[in-house]
């Protein structure tokens, strides 16, 4: 009998009909009713799932009498209970480095955005606000020479830090929760504490990923600290943020603007963020290039096989289960 596999969000159509020669293919539609029901009921008998952005724990994976691995179309993985895969013996695997440099290029994107007033400016202008030479009021802050403080100096966040030394002479700080010197060292980013880097930093750029430790790690107190014409910017995941603390500092202008792809809830649909235009609002495509998600889908294809033909995958997230 052919193994059974769930694919349970959008999925490249490609792959997919190699998924489908392989195996059983289900594929879950969320418009055919409640999504964790389909899933409770589909998981049953399932050797493995592939997909991105659904959560996944016992509430919806508890019926897995057989389910080998979950492969996430994703690096972040804050979607899973991975306690919970451990205890049922359920690997997880991602899709770390092919999607770091667009992810790195959409951050950089954000940053100059946000800086220049792109978003803000492009509205005024196509709603005929050009009437005559610009003022202050459409000034922006300039990036070459500036310091740029990234929070998580992993592989996204060395990859903003290269965009900023080597393309705009930036000097570079950084904070993590251990120092990273082999990264650090080429491109002379200093280490620094959290509080120092917001405090010296013209650009914030978080990058980290979402855990224990990350979850808030921005604040009313945090955003205090900020120069008041610096730019923050998050590429990371919503919950690093308390984003209601930074629509704060936004309306009181603590800090000059902000670029987001990312938000507590998504998709954003309604949010006091909307009526800003020091805030530039993308809905969360860091990597979400053609190139990219192919990279992505493939390389989730390949932890799935490796997985159902008794390979290990590449990409663990969880390989011991002890
Ligand atoms: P990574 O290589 O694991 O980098 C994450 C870095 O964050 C690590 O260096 C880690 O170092 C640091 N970190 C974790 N917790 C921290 C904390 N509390 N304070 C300071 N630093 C902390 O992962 P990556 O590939 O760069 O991806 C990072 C994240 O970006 C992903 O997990 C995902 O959530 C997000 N992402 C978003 C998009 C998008 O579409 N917007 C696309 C791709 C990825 P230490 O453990 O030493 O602190």
Do not use: C
Request: hydrophobic share 40%.
């Amino acid at each position: 009998m052919r193994k059974k596999v769930i694919v349970f969000s959008q999925f490249d159509q490609e792959i997919q009909a190699r998924l489908a020669s392989r195996y059983q293919v289900v594929v879950l539609n969320p418009k055919a009713g409640d999504i964790n029901q389909q899933i409770r009921q589909e998981v049953i008998d399932a050797d493995a799932m592939i997909g991105a952005g659904r959560l996944l724990n016992e509430s919806n994976l508890e019926p897995a009498q057989k389910l080998k691995i979950i492969s996430s179309v994703s690096v972040g993985y804050d979607n899973y209970d991975v306690q919970y895969l451990n205890q049922k013996k359920i690997w997880l695997s991602n899709t770390p480095h092919v999607l770091t440099e667009s992810t790195a290029d959409l951050a950089f994107t954000l940053l100059m955005s946000a800086a220049r007033k792109v978003a803000s400016l492009d509205q005024w202008t196509k709603q005929g606000e050009w009437k005559r030479t610009v003022g202050t009021a459409q000034f922006g802050q300039d990036v070459f020479g500036k310091t740029l403080g990234v929070i998580g100096l992993g592989n996204i966040g060395a990859a903003i830090a290269r965009r900023g030394f080597y393309g705009f002479n930036m000097n570079i700080i950084y904070h993590n929760r251990r120092e990273k010197l082999d990264i650090a060292q080429p491109l002379n980013a200093q280490y620094k504490s959290l509080e120092e880097l917001l405090q010296q930093s013209d650009f914030v750029v978080v990058a980290v990923d979402l855990n224990q430790d990350s979850q808030a790690l921005m604040g009313k107190k945090e955003f205090a600290l900020m120069q008041k014409h610096a730019v923050f910017i998050n590429i990371a995941r919503g919950s690093v943020v308390d984003e209601q603390a930074l629509i704060e500092a936004l309306q009181q202008k603590q800090i000059f603007a902000a670029g987001l792809d990312v938000y507590q809830r998504e998709p954003l649909q309604e949010s006091p963020l909307f009526q800003l235009d020091n805030v530039v609002t993308l809905p969360h495509i860091g990597s979400a290039t053609a190139e990219t998600r192919k990279k992505m889908a493939e390389l989730a294809y390949q932890n799935l096989i490796d997985a159902l033909e008794d390979r290990t995958p590449r990409y663990l997230v969880n390989s011991n289960f002890n």
